[in-house]
Antibody, heavy 119, light 108 residues
Framework: QVQLVQSGSELKKPGAAVKVSCKAS????????INWVRQAPGQGFEWMGW????????TYAQGFSGRFVFSLDTSVSTAYLQISSLKAEDTAVYYC????????????WGQGTTVTVSS | SSELTQDPAVSVALGQTVRITCQGD??????AIWYQQKPGQPPIVVIH???NRPSGIPDRFSGSSSGSTASLTISGAQAEDEADYYC???????????FGGGTKLAVL
């Protein structure tokens, strides 16, 4: 079946970096864009941006440029989110999501990766 | 602040009908997608493309839209419908996704 499987929870110290993976299966990876969405503890969703799985071109939402990098390895149908210089306020669940189109939204989501930043 | 506005919390008696609303200018141009999220789980789509239900979503879930307001209606709410519900659409420029702040639904 169609699914996105993300890497496991991470505990990092401030200033460190983290790389979250999102492996797709059950469909042609390059047919759909991958979006990244953040959910801070007890909060709603914040769209971080997306990556075109054909052109590899990333687009970052306001507030998510610089320390945040989206990348791909299409040979293994995997998208990555790397966050550098981690701060306590980066503590959140990070989701990858497959985008269908503007009407159908993001139809398949990964299970989420909890990133905790604490000294 | 969110460009899509939702009531933070709504309650409904078991078996009754509840409407969850989402307001935003972008909804005049773009459909709302509705997600259900239960604690500790990722969200799932319950309504997309205005009023389409993915496979497996009960037909008690329906969507509608008028002007700048989109609505999710649950007709005959069940205990398992207790969850957070989020609306989502493109912003007015079409350049980015935006989410509503979410509505916590309590089924009493």
């Amino acid at each position: 079946q169609v699914q996105l499987v993300q890497s496991g929870s991470e505990l990092k110290k401030p200033g460190a970096a983290v790389k979250v993976s999102c492996k797709a299966s059950g469909y042609s990876f390059t047919t759909y864009a991958i979006n990244w969405v953040r959910q801070a503890p007890g909060q709603g969703f914040e769209w971080m941006g997306w990556i075109n799985t054909n052109t590899w071109n990333p687009t970052y939402a306001q507030g998510f440029s610089g320390r945040f990098v989206f990348s791909l390895d299409t040979s293994v149908s995997t998208a990555y989110l790397q966050i550098s210089s981690l701060k306590a306020e980066d503590t959140a669940v990070y989701y990858c999501a497959r985008e269908v189109d503007y009407s159908d939204g993001m139809d398949v989501w990964g299970q989420g990766t909890t990133v905790t930043v604490s000294s | 602040s969110s460009e899509l506005t939702q009531d933070p919390a709504v309650s409904v008696a078991l078996g009754q009908t509840v409407r969850i609303t989402c307001q935003g200018d972008s909804l005049r141009s773009y459909y709302a997608i509705w997600y259900q999220q239960k604690p500790g789980q990722p969200p799932i789509v319950v309504i997309h493309a205005k009023n389409n239900r993915p496979s497996g979503i009960p037909d008690r879930f329906s969507g509608s839209s008028s002007g700048s307001t989109a609505s999710l209606t649950i007709s005959g709410a069940q205990a398992e419908d207790e969850a957070d519900y989020y609306c989502n659409s493109r912003d007015s420029s079409g350049n980015r996704w935006v989410f509503g702040g979410g509505t916590k639904l309590a089924v009493l």
